[in-house]
């Protein structure tokens, strides 16, 4: 088993998790099978009970782990299907070792961080690695682990000190360290600065690990003076050192590293040089050369909760990215927070409410994620009203269903006080209502999880035809509350279409107004199996109908092949602060130009 380590200095949002998935990507187009596990220091067990303002979104697995976003990223880029498990925190380590001292499995020695503590860590990392991730039987060839954090962070000695001891463990020909450094460049001279990869690197050494690689982060290309300098004083070797400069957008970093030989470097410290195959990567340049040549416009109205903060929506946009680039068009994104839509705001702040609507009916489709809490909630009920009774191409998911079901109920039944008992415990009407199962009092782990069965029960519905008239569909759920099966049939006499509900046919899927050019909400998460080759079928059902293309897309079904097409750009997104809108850079974050979207 070999392993590659990658972990950060200098500062954090350097993009670890970008470099990690990259290098496991090029590692799989080598030929190698490739897990990934990410290290997140922090104390909580899960990323399930924070917020998304804190830590982005909580990326949900198919066996239910609420995991950080960077796992998300793995699944994307490698394509396959990882666990709670592959997400290690301190918070299950000490959990692990707690328990362990509890049942009496020490024998009355003394509960230390060293060897204890460490030793869980390594035993978890070798535990995971083998499992395998991509559907074939046995254990991968490689595990990428990514530490997060930064070098020097107090919490993360405890895991530097395992992985320090791990790579003796393993032997040298099995361990690879990749450290992401940065390298700033002062805009008063210009220069290129190397003194706090210099700084990271000392530290890095001084606890015990030995990088092997330099991924240095810069705006531009390394020139080739400061590289010499970082190799003599940092002791890589030139060959192994790495730009990491901006690109136009996600898809080119593997490309980045790929044309820098990261492989044979890569290669070369796991004695694996020789051993496969020079990375086919054709299909992923193609699609990162169609991304940049993208030129006609689509512009979604994302309606949410969280918009101050885009990685509260990670998996929606690359979803999003996902599907615009099968339809070839360039993804538009105007924020709009939903509470701004509301009278209130009408009323305290006019023009931010002027400028909110006027995104929302400049939009070629609406969006409405999920979320929690009541703060919000009245303004995404006017924008699926607005969508419904303007014929605007409209997707919700999770509460975005559920608030479109409520609207549909003030509206068209005439139920003024409808709601959800989440947001109104003693309305008359509930339409959406808390699980049985489910725990008022514990946060963590007790929503409805992980992949869960839908059926579809009409046939003749555009959800089930962008399936591909599948009988039922597996998808990711992550919530607490639920459409009241008791009001079905009233909704359904309206108009309302349930078009697809679980095996015992109480719990409500997908919802679609048949009469709507397209009006879907859907209780799962269909953005955390969107990859870039196969985009969600929702998603790309959207933006297919948002660019009148959904007729020709249900009779011929989802692209199976990418292909180029003139133009220029890539992928932008707007948001509005005080009422004007601002270009936002790409959605590639900090490997794009501007100050986009992080990933």
């Known amino acids: 088993m070999k392993f590659v380590l990658v972990t950060g200095g200098v500062i954090s949002g350097l993009g670890k998790g970008v470099t990690a998935s990259s290098i496991g990507l090029i590692l799989k187009a080598c030929g190698l099978r490739v897990t990934s596990i990410k290290i997140d220091p922090y104390l ?101 682990i990514e530490l997060g954090g930064t070098i020097g962070d107090i919490e993360s000695m405890p895991f530097i000190e395992a992985l320090g001891q791990f790579s003796y463990r393993v032997g040298a020909g099995n361990f690879c360290l990749i450290h992401v450094s940065l390298v700033p460049v002062l805009s008063v001279v210009g220069e290129q600065k190397t003194k706090p990869t210099q700084h990271s690197v000392r530290g890095l050494r ?59 470097a890569i290669l070369k410290v796991l004695n694996l040089k020789g051993v496969v195959q020079e990375p086919a990567l054709g299909e992923w340049t193609s699609r990162a050369a169609l991304c940049d040549k993208l030129q006609e416009p689509v512009r979604v109205a994302m309606v949410g909760k969280y918009t101050g903060l885009s990685d509260a929506y990670l998996s929606v946009l690359k979803a999003l990215v996902h599907a615009s680039v099968a339809c070839h068009r360039k993804l538009c994104i105007d924020w709009i927070a939903a509470s701004d839509l509301e009278d209130e705001t009408s009323r305290e702040n006019p023009e931010n409410y002027r400028s ?118 597996d998808e ?33 899927e997908i919802v679609e107004l048949p009469n709507h050019p397209y009006f879907i909400g859907v209780q799962f998460h269909p953005e955390f199996k969107s990859r870039p080759g196969t985009p969600s079928a929702l998603f790309l059902g959207l933006i297919a109908a948002a660019t009148g293309q959904l007729e020709t897309l249900l009779k011929k079904g989802v692209p199976k092949t990418w292909s180029l097409s003139n133009g220029t750009s890539g992928l932008k997104s707007h948001r509005y602060v005080n009422g004007t809108k601002m270009a936002n850079g790409s959605l590639d974050g900090i490997y794009c130009n501007g100050n986009g979207i992080h990933v």
């Open 44 to 144: 909580n067990t899960d990323a399930g009970t924070m917020s998304p303002f804190e830590h982005g979104e909580v990326y949900v697995l198919d066996d239910g782990g609420e995991v950080d976003l960077d796992l998300g990223n793995y699944e994307r880029f490698l394509d396959i299907k990882l666990t709670g498990d592959n997400n290690i925190t301190t918070g299950k380590i000490y959990q692990s070792v707690i328990d362990k001292e509890r049942r009496g499995d020490y024998l009355g020695k003394t509960v230390q961080v060293v060897p204890h503590i460490t030793d869980a860590i390594q035993e978890w990392i070798e535990r995971v690695a083998v499992i395998p991730v991509d559907g074939k039987d046995g254990p991968p060839d490689v595990c990428v």
């Open 356 to 473: 909110a609507w006027k995104l929302l009916k400049g939009a070629n489709a609406i969006l409405v994620p999920g979320g929690f809490g009541d703060r919000g909630v009245e303004g995404k009920i006017l924008a699926a009203r607005y969508a419904r009774a303007n014929r605007i191409p409209f997707l919700g998911i999770c509460l975005g269903m559920q608030i479109a079901v409520i609207e549909f109920a003030r509206s068209i039944l005439g139920l003024l006080d409808a709601n959800s008992t989440e947001f109104d415990p003693s309305t008359q009407n509930p339409c959406v209502i808390f699980m049985p199962e489910g725990s008022k009092t514990h946060m963590g782990g007790t929503m409805r999880l992980g992949s869960r069965r839908t059926y579809f029960k009409v046939a003749d519905c555009k959800s089930a035809k962008l399936y591909g008239n599948q009988s039922f569909i």
């Open 476 to 508: 990711r759920h992550r919530h607490r509350y639920e459409v009241n099966p008791d009001m079905v049939q009233q909704l359904e006499d309206a108009g309302l279409s349930f078009t697809g509900k679980d095996e015992s046919g109480r719990r409500m």
């Open 206 to 264: 001084s606890l015990g690990l030995t990088p092997n690689i330099l991924a240095c982060r810069s705006t531009t290309e390394l020139e080739e003076n400061v590289k010499e300098k970082i190799s003599r004083f940092c002791h890589v070797p030139l060959d192994n050192i790495m730009t990491l400069y901006d690109v136009s957008n996600i898809w080119r970093v593997p490309l980045l590293l790929r044309d820098q030989k990261a492989h044979e």
